[in-house]
């Protein structure tokens, strides 16, 4: 039944500017510039999702404004110069054809950085105290110091209108310079940009005033500010507030847009960007109170809101005015076409796992999506051709990779059959999707498994495909997706019948005692959301890794959340020790930089999480005997979701 949209396809005026409709991709780091310039890949990225109708997106989060705040680490633009006003002039070109606005962010990292990039800057912040996660100790700025950085901010934003940009976002967020000025954590300053709130925004008033003499009025400027910081001694709702009145009566900006939290610490930084471990829409309060305060102004907001129905009734509450959406089309850039539509169950779902998009971020990779391979990748991937001649494809596997190589083969033409041993459809995603604050992994399976039944292709379940069973159905392409299975150690007692896996565990194939040890050789969620399953059931669980710490592979946005619930749980882990024996009862374990032996006494059952290995066997017997052949996913190598669907979709457009 198709929803009735009320706000969320309506106009909207901010500033000079009417946006067409209310949802928006909000800034942030895509971590695809080169050399600090836009790129083919950062224009067609946008592009897609102006194509796929929203009304405003916001490019180059976020770009730096002065050497001094290093943009390489993380691959943004740098708006030093006027060599930039090309590159902007084609993504605004881009964009605008399909209309769509095009803003950028503009920012100052402040100490919010490393020195040794670049041309090796000192960092620069109001006063020199080292933040939690980067470390390093400022330089305190000095009055000249900070009169150039507000004649810099003023330039770029000169260079963002001639590039024919329509707006900008100066980021007061995010614990950056700007808002580094504001706490009274970071800013212990005597002079008159320090105590008093009055003088804590100096800065900020100064640079927007500056601003405002380089591009005029009658362009978008606005400001992206917190909510609360949620942080002990630092600003809060009510400052915030405060904050937000003083802004809007100065009518320099036009807009404010309201994230939750800050960035200073790893909480922080994995809260700031809530994966699906956090409730929908959950700082949704925080902007609602800056709306009830400067009611004059539109008020942006972004995150974890993912549905077009939920960003509609958030609208007609009156509790913000613009919804960023930008996850949701990270994973969909056509998501306001199809809901406009009334093509929801085509519509594939943020599913909050972070994995593709902000934890690449964080370490300075191009933006992806776990579950959409075609995002980053528009230019390869982003027109899907019909097949010159329709073909019977057989496709053995229905993990993601089996199903996005089935749903992509019959949106080309190909008749599509698909054998799976198993009573459903999903494989290790729904496995991973059965434990503790991770089920909505299972949405990724559910968007393909309802495109897959739509589009006819015909689905054979509790079938273990043989290469007679294959070859039986004269297939014109193959494709193999069988996954992977467990890998079991050749170590001394890893037989024993109180050894098991962690698919075992998540399965409920396993009985497991009261103490459990789990070996982590796989050093992502997978083990940890296993001892969590354990935990919540009652366990004792301690985690062996052979890495710095278990879970190390995990991004800063996924493993905070995990490791505050597994201790609030009484997890025990223990890192730099590698499994060497199981003696009965006892484990024995080896550090791995010493050699000293530890044995573990007492364990009741001990849990497995060391990878797994290619199921390939029906791959390598086909090879020979079908002409066009394929292997994807697990079974060409264990790897993660986005390997699979990648291959998955690249090996259907090949036939």
């Not at 730096?64 to 090309?86: K, M, T």
């Not at 003023?154 to 707006?167: P, T, V």
């Not at 150690?489 to 019948?497: F, Q, V």
Request: include cysteine.
């Amino acid at each position: 039944m198709a929803h009735e949209f009320r706000y969320l396809f309506t106009p909207i005026r901010v500033g000079r500017l009417t946006l067409k409709n209310r949802i928006y991709s909000s800034g942030h780091a895509e971590a695809m510039a080169e050399g600090g310039r836009p790129t083919e890949r950062l224009l067609r990225y946008h592009e897609a999702k102006a194509r796929g109708g929203a009304a405003l997106t916001i490019v180059g989060g976020s770009t730096s404004v002065h050497p001094s705040s290093p943009a390489s680490a993380w691959n943004l633009l740098a708006n030093h110069d006027d060599s930039i006003i090309p590159g902007y002039r084609e993504l605004a070109a881009a964009i605008h054809r399909h209309d769509c606005l095009a803003f950028t962010q503009l920012t100052h990292l402040g100490r919010r950085a490393r020195s040794d990039t670049e041309a090796w800057h000192v960092l620069l912040a109001p006063s020199p105290i080292p933040e939690q996660v980067h470390r390093e100790v400022p330089h305190e700025l000095e009055p000249e110091q900070i009169a150039g950085l507000v004649r810099a901010f003023g330039a770029a934003a000169r260079r963002c209108r001639e590039g024919g940009l329509d707006g900008i976002e100066v980021s007061m967020a995010h614990n950056h310079l700007i808002d580094q000025f504001w706490s009274p954590l970071f800013n212990h300053r005597t002079d008159e940009y320090g105590g008093p709130l009055e003088n804590r925004m100096r800065f900020a008033f100064e640079v927007l005033a500056e601003i405002r003499r380089q591009v005029g009025l009658d362009f978008a400027v606005g400001a992206r500010i917190s909510g609360d910081e949620l942080t002990d001694g630092g600003l809060t709702a009510d400052d915030m507030a405060e904050i937000a009145r003083r802004l809007a009566a100065s009518g320099l900006v036009d807009f404010l847009s309201v994230i939750g939290g800050g960035a200073h610490t790893y909480s922080l930084q994995a809260a700031v960007v809530p994966n699906m471990s956090f409730p929908n829409a959950v700082y949704v309060p925080f902007a609602a109170a800056i709306k009830q305060a400067v009611p004059e102004l539109p008020i942006f907001h972004a995150a974890r809101i993912v549905d077009t129905v939920h960003a509609d009734l958030l609208l007609a509450e009156g509790y913000i005015d613009v919804v960023g959406m930008t996850r949701a089309l990270i994973a969909d850039p056509e998501l306001p076409r199809k809901a406009r539509q009334g093509r929801f169950e085509e519509i594939r779902q943020c599913v909050g796992a972070n994995e593709g998009c902000i934890d690449r971020i964080y370490q300075g990779k191009p933006v992806t999506c776990l579950q959409n391979p075609v995002t980053g990748r528009e230019t390869e991937l982003g027109e899907l051709r019909p097949a010159a001649v329709r073909k019977k494809v057989v496709i053995v596997g229905g993990g993601v990779a089996g199903l996005e190589a089935a749903r992509v083969a019959a949106l080309r033409g190909h008749r599509v059959v698909l054998f799976e041993k198993e009573a459903e459809l999903g494989g290790q995603v729904l496995l991973a999707a059965r434990a503790p604050a991770r089920a909505d992994y299972a949405g990724i399976v559910r968007f393909l498994w309802a495109q897959v039944a739509k589009l006819g292709v015909e689905v054979r379940l509790r079938v273990e495909a043989t290469a007679e069973l294959v070859l039986a159905e004269a297939p014109e392409a193959v494709i193999i997706a069988t996954g992977s299975h467990p890998y079991l150690p050749p170590l001394p007692g890893a037989d024993g019948k109180h050894v098991v896996t962690d698919r075992d565990v998540l399965l409920g194939q396993a009985r497991v005692g009261d103490r459990v040890v789990l070996v982590d050789d796989v050093h992502t969620q997978q083990a940890l959301s296993t001892a969590e399953f354990l935990l919540d059931r009652g366990k004792r669980v301690e985690v062996v890794s052979r890495l710095f710490y278990p879970g190390q592979e995990s991004g800063i946005t996924s493993i905070v959340p995990l490791y505050t619930r597994l201790f609030a749980k009484g997890v025990v882990l223990t890192p730099h020790a590698e499994l060497r024996a199981i003696e009965g009862s006892t484990v024995v374990v080896a550090n791995v930089y010493s050699g000293a032996e530890r044995r573990i006494e007492g364990v009741d059952t001990v849990v497995l999480a060391m990878g797994s290995r290619a199921t390939d066997h029906l791959y390598r017997t086909l090879k020979g005997r079908v002409a066009d052949l394929h292997a994807v996913g697990d079974c060409v190598a264990p790897r993660g979701v986005h390997h699979a669907l990648l291959e998955g979709t690249r090996a259907a457009r090949a036939i």
